[in-house]
């Protein structure tokens, strides 16, 4: 029985010293973390460009005003440098997997060597509730999950906050500031739009004037030319999409049709070269392998992994629509109005309305308020025919357009003097 005590005691000491061993490992922010009660897990994540860097899981409401409806988990992950260093929240529009790379680092983390809470939005990959009820996929849900990644991080990081995103994830940096303008300190928008409707109707016009007529003639004879050549590509194409179990809420010839109508937007949204462009005279190999390689029928696909961004866009972001005239001899389908809901939207929202209360939100904070703001555009991108360029006589609110510029426009690639103008804005506000 003594033994037994000994044993006992014996163990009940090596436990004590093993929690204390373990506590005593923690890096000052593993406690600090482990204090956030909205945080249910923890994990390190390997780094080439932070001393520490973690996944963590919040317990976030599915409606922020009325918590009883349930909660779901929200994937934020957290880069450190230093407790005194300013921290940039990474509003991503979309899903976080590409942050968990070791190299990543968003660019004003880099360029201001500062923290970067990086957060997953809503309804993508890790941070999808079960059952996915739509009703909760909200602008003003989003901004409440990052009001309150904001709150339970602000006390590790006490200094000058920046939120940041790119495309969706700018419209999201947008919005947070419109419903939260006093959580951050500088927010920097890129290539971010601002659109009135499901078909905001700004971009069409926009393509007929972006560049010289010269690059818009030889795209649109390259989509004349695929719409010409049908008979002979439309079977490739069915063949194409049969092998990658492509599925559609179309006939594919109408898929075939929308590839050719998404060419001209997709081709200057991601600035690939006009001179890459195949002659009319080229091999159908070769007209074909570029227009998959431009505009692929994947977009267009029933049950799309991006669905979650279409609902919000048919719901209240917004996106554009097609100019059908140039093209309405060669095409199957009478009209493209209405192509969101019809091919890309699940089939229990395909009727839902269009609420314009977010981007008047918008619209009326920019025009009375001055927030710290730098707008980041690129002067080709479609987008951009939605974007806030025509803010004009603000102190504080800065738009920065990229000549000939695409959806790829960051501050490192403004030219020199623009590039240095911001960034004496930005280290100015930090101070």
Not at 41 to 51: A, I, V
Not at 313 to 321: I, K, M, P, T
Request: net charge neutral; hydrophobic share 35%.
């Amino acid at each position: 029985m003594k033994n037994l005590r000994n044993c006992y005691a014996a163990f009940l000491l090596f436990a004590l010293l093993f929690v204390s061993a373990t506590a005593w490992a923690q890096t000052d922010l593993q406690q600090k973390l482990s204090q956030i009660s909205a945080i249910t897990e923890t994990r390190p994540l390997e780094s080439t460009r932070f001393s520490e860097k973690y996944i963590t899981y919040f317990t976030q409401p599915l409606d922020h005003d009325h918590p009883e409806k349930g909660s779901f988990r929200q994937r934020v992950i957290v880069s450190h440098v230093g407790f005194d260093r300013p921290t940039v929240i990474v509003t991503e529009g979309y899903g976080a997997a590409y942050a968990l790379n070791p190299k990543y680092r968003e660019e004003l983390s880099e360029l201001l060597d500062a923290n970067m809470i990086f957060v997953e939005y809503r309804y993508f990959l890790e941070s999808t509730p079960e059952p996915k009820d739509w009703q909760y996929l909200t602008a003003e849900n989003s901004a409440d999950d990052l009001h309150a990644v904001r709150n339970a991080f602000k006390s590790i990081y006490p200094g000058k906050w920046i939120a940041t995103g790119i495309s969706k994830g700018g419209q999201t940096t947008l919005l947070y500031r419109t419903f939260y303008p006093d959580d951050v300190d500088i927010s920097v928008p890129y290539v971010a739009p601002l659109c009135y409707a499901a078909e905001d109707g700004r971009h069409e016009p926009f393509l007929k004037k972006v560049s010289t007529p010269q690059d818009r003639k030889r795209i649109e004879d390259f989509q004349l030319e695929v719409l010409k050549r049908k008979a002979t590509l439309l079977p490739r194409f069915e063949k194409y999409c049969d092998e990658k179990g492509l599925k559609f809420r179309a006939p594919v010839e109408e898929i075939y049709d929308y590839c050719v109508l998404e060419y001209s937007f997709a081709l200057w949204q991601w600035g690939s070269p006009v001179n890459s462009i195949p002659a009319t005279t080229a091999p159908d190999d070769e007209i074909f392998a570029h227009l998959l390689d431009i505009s692929n029928p994947d977009y267009f696909i029933a049950d799309s992994p991006t669905a979650s961004f279409f609902v919000q866009a048919a719901r209240e972001l917004g996106y554009y629509g097609y100019d059908t005239k140039p093209f309405k001899k060669y095409l199957s389908i009478q009209s493209s109005k209405a192509y969101l809901h019809r091919l890309m939207l699940p089939e229990e929202l395909k009727d839902m309305p269009f609420d314009k209360t977010l981007s008047k939100k918008i619209t009326e904070f920019l025009k009375k308020n001055d927030p710290r703001m730098i707008f980041i555009y690129g002067q080709n991108d479609p987008w951009t025919a939605a974007g806030v360029t025509w803010l004009k006589g603000k102190k504080n609110i800065h738009v920065f357009v990229e000549p000939g510029g695409s959806h790829r426009a960051r501050i490192s690639t403004l030219p020199e003097a623009e590039k240095k103008q911001a960034m004496e804005l930005i280290n100015e506000w930090l101070k």
